[in-house]
């Protein structure tokens, strides 16, 4: 039912329709997520309020300059993640047309004509400016949709953020899995060396008579093994640099790739302890569904003031003449200023129905809010408990390292001296390499570990961390 108010007298009017625009919004405030998740990883509390501030700069996190320039490369490559930053820019612009209807639209308009009436022709001329129909936002229903939009549009932003976060441990594994591999490489060719040079002095021994054959066999066949795994390695090395220039898209200059012997340790910095779990409000993910939240408690208030009247303005004011040149001279003033009011009485509980869906949405966001809050817990501490087993693991293959590297500095030496067999001498040099191979590996683990890490808490150890 719509009921059209006589015209206002006086502009002052209008001033008064605006100030009933104060009514304020009908939206809830916005539920607060009870997922149960402790304070910290190791804890049982109630987790504290979120940072102050996120981290979603991934650069900042790497300490190696050519592995920020190897994700950096594969990140500007990738073509899903491009339409998405596009279409992120579209979200944006297309904000503004839910942001128009909140300011009032004024147009301009001049015509001028002649017409014959009554065998008399009189000429007309008019300039003025129209605001046509604007809804005076009196329960805030526009600023709520207005609002919920900008939510929506930032829940995008974030979704698109945790895209590319989720895109950076790729090329970060596949650059730590090049070094391992290239040091796995060093590492066969310094043992296929060894045996080399064993193998030479036993054949020199052999020709001396002072060894039989069969030492100088077993000579022979550790060098061929070694040898074989040394090309083995090479080859893993060269798979490794391919699927890293996959990742990137292009060929990845050397001078970003990992030495041979740089030790992968220093590409990341420490994860720190007693990480609390409100770092996890900063993934990405958690800030979208948050704000998706509480875009659903606008829209309730939106649904809301559906219900109640709505005043719509219409007015008008120029000057009009009977030809163009008495315009400003002798034309004549008008101007109107038409409300219009719209009182909802019934509509089959149309408007009810809308206000009841959107708090049943509420309560669905809601969960879903805190079922990502809880799978993101899980996610960090699944990756904390395989670190907390990988700690001890390096510890026992570091000393291990270092026991075998004395074992065979002692099994040289006697060897040389006649003290010790040809058979202590090759066990002796397999299992320094393997020790040291075994420690490649678990600090390649411990590395892709903290990629794992960073994932999961959203790009960073957080502001509250303590770094150890």
Do not use: K
Not at 370 to 379: I, K, S
Not at 430 to 444: E, F, K, N
């Amino acid at each position: 039912m719509n009921t059209r108010i006589a015209p206002l007298r006086t502009p002052l009017a209008l001033a008064s329709l605006v100030l009933l625009a104060a009514c304020g919004s009908l939206a809830p405030p916005v539920p607060v997520a009870q997922p149960g998740l402790p304070a910290t990883f190791n804890a049982a509390a109630p987790p504290e309020a979120p940072p102050a501030s996120a981290a979603h700069a991934w650069d900042t996190f790497f300490t190696d300059p050519g592995l920020r320039q190897v994700v950096g490369l594969a990140l500007s490559g990738n073509r899903p993640l491009r339409a998405n930053a596009e279409a992120v820019e579209r979200a944006r612009v297309l904000l503004q047309v839910v942001r128009a209807p909140t300011m009032p639209e004024i147009e301009a308009n001049a015509s001028t004509g002649r017409q014959r009436n009554a065998g008399a022709t009189v000429g007309t001329a008019s300039v003025g400016l129209n605001l046509s129909a604007w809804e005076i936002d009196l329960f805030n229903r526009l600023g709520d949709l207005r609002d919920a939009a900008l939510l929506r549009f930032e829940a995008q932003q974030e979704t698109q953020r945790a895209a590319q976060l989720s895109l950076v441990a790729e090329p970060a594994a596949a650059w730590l899995q090049l070094a391992a591999a290239r040091q796995q490489l060093t590492l066969a060719e310094a043992l296929r060396d060894s045996l080399q040079r064993t193998l030479a002095l036993t054949q020199r021994q052999y020709d001396a008579g002072a060894v039989s054959g069969l030492q100088r066999a077993r000579a022979q066949a550790a060098f061929e093994a070694a040898r074989g795994n040394a090309a083995s390695a090479a080859t893993a090395a060269r798979q490794a640099r391919l699927a890293l220039d996959v990742l990137a898209g292009q060929p990845v200059p050397e001078a970003w790739l990992p030495r041979a012997q740089a030790d992968v340790v220093s590409a990341l910095p420490a994860v720190p302890e007693g990480l609390p779990a409100t770092v996890l409000l900063q993934r990405p993910d958690l800030r979208a569904a948050e704000r998706a939240l509480a875009a659903t408690s606008l829209d309730i208030g939106a649904a809301r003031a559906e219900r109640f009247p709505r005043i719509t303005l219409t007015a008008a004011a120029g000057r009009r003449s009977g030809d163009l040149e008495g315009l400003v001279s002798n034309g004549s003033g008008f101007w109107s200023l038409l409300p219009q009011l719209e009182l909802p009485l019934f509509d089959a509980g149309l408007r009810a129905a809308r206000a009841d869906a959107a708090v049943v949405a509420q309560r669905a966001a809601v969960a879903q809010y805190e079922a990502a809050l809880q799978a993101a817990f899980r996610d960090v501490a699944d990756a904390l408990a395989v670190r907390e087993g990988l700690q001890e693991r390096l510890e026992a293959q570091r000393a291990q390292v270092e026991a075998t590297e004395r074992s065979l500095r002692l099994a040289e030496a006697s060897y040389r001296a006649g003290a010790a067999s040809q058979l202590d001498l090759l066990d002796a040099q397999r299992q320094q390499a393997a020790s040291q191979q075994g420690l490649v590996t678990l600090r390649l683990l411990e590395q892709v570990n903290r990629v794992t890490l960073l994932r999961a808490l959203g790009g960073g150890w957080g502001p509250t961390a303590r770094p150890s």
